[in-house]
């Protein structure tokens, strides 16, 4: 059974911070590319950030850059993303993705085979 599951969701002032957690069991992410996206109401599921397996590269959507933080820790199968100064446009769904097979695009749904449920952060202006 492989699971995904996020925590660290909850509800902030707007120049507040959270840490997300990821947390992989049943099957290893440890090899390949991991990601988060988020999904406000009424949109689409977008694109956050992404993380080689290694952690040497960084991937983030534009509006996050220099506020958010992506990173894991494979010897506990747990991925990261550290949100500061966050703004009430981040309010949305936070999911996390893995996926078992190597590919070179890493900020499409269809990049990854497996996803968390999705934690909840709020950030009230």
């Known amino acids: 059974q492989v699971q995904l599951a996020e925590s660290g969701g909850g509800f902030v002032q707007a120049g507040g911070s959270l840490r997300l957690s990821c947390v992989a069991s049943?099957?290893?992410?440890?090899?390949?590319?991991m990601g988060w996206f988020r999904q406000a109401p009424g949109k689409e599921r977008d694109f956050v950030a992404a993380i080689t397996w290694s952690g040497r590269s960084t991937y983030y959507e534009d509006s996050v850059k220099g506020r958010f933080t992506i990173s894991r820790d494979n010897a506990k199968n747990t991925m990261y993303l550290q949100m500061n100064s966050l703004k009430p446009e981040d309010t949305a769904v936070y999911y996390c993705?893995?996926?078992?097979?190597?590919?070179?695009?890493?900020?499409?749904?269809?990049?990854?085979?497996?996803w968390g449920q999705g934690t909840q952060v709020t950030v009230s202006s």
């Open positions: 993705a893995g996926r078992v097979r190597s590919r070179v695009s890493y900020n499409a749904l269809s990049d990854y085979d497996y």
């Open positions: 049943g099957r290893t992410f440890t090899t390949y590319t």
